[in-house]
């Protein structure tokens, strides 16, 4: 009996779902059902508490274990480029002490070479200038013997052109004794 039993379920399941098939309205949507209203909102209320406490006690703590690793990251991360910063600008300050360091002994080495070559062009100067002044010195010499034998010469070299005038003239060559008295009255005159 238990095997008509069975059947007859069955056959009044499918008859029940051939029904609401055809447009029939004997059966709602469960959810809705009055009859059934208290025992859906106690499973909701236990299906909520067990997911609470899934999320609750495994997903978050590991979704805030993620977050926290990511924010010491995030921080590290941070510190060290601010030390890499602080390095930076502490090099940046000693490359440029040391360039401007570097730019003033530059500006003292041109400075000492500067002096230095003047120095050497002044001594050089100097040299030439009492060379150019011993040359000069001996030159004034060689015209003031010069000039003295050519005045020495210049007394007999106008005493033979005197006797040689007035023989031209005369035709008869003047005593020496005569030209030379000539010549000092001319001379003193």
């Known amino acids: 009996m238990a095997e ?110 500067r002096e230095k070559l003047n120095a050497e062009q002044e001594q050089a100067k100097a040299k030439l200038e009492e060379s150019l002044a011993s040359k000069l010195a001996a030159a004034e010499q060689t015209i003031a013997t010069t000039r003295t034998t050519a005045m020495g010469n210049v007394r007999s070299i106008a005493a033979d052109t005197a006797s040689a005038i007035v023989e031209r003239l005369t035709g008869i060559s003047p005593d020496a004794g005569a030209v030379n008295a000539a010549l000092d009255a001319s001379l003193k005159g």
């Not at 059966?27 to 909701?44: D, G, K, M, R, Y």
């Not at 590991?62 to 995030?74: D, F, K, P, S």
């Not at 090099?91 to 002490?97: D, R, S």
């Open 4 to 113: 008509g039993q069975g059947k007859s379920k069955g056959a009044d399941h499918g008859t029940a779902a051939h029904t609401a098939a055809d447009g029939g309205h004997k059966a709602s949507f469960p959810p809705f059902e009055s009859n059934t209203f208290a025992s859906q909102l106690v499973s909701f209320a236990i299906a909520f508490g067990l997911l609470y406490l899934i999320v609750s006690r495994l997903a978050l703590p590991r979704v805030g274990g993620v977050l926290a690793a990511r924010q010491q990251v995030l921080d590290t991360d941070l510190n060290e480029a601010a030390k890499l910063k602080g390095d930076s600008d502490a090099a940046l300050k000693a490359y440029e002490t040391e360039l401007a360091n570097a730019r003033a002994k530059a500006q003292a080495m041109a400075t000492e070479v």
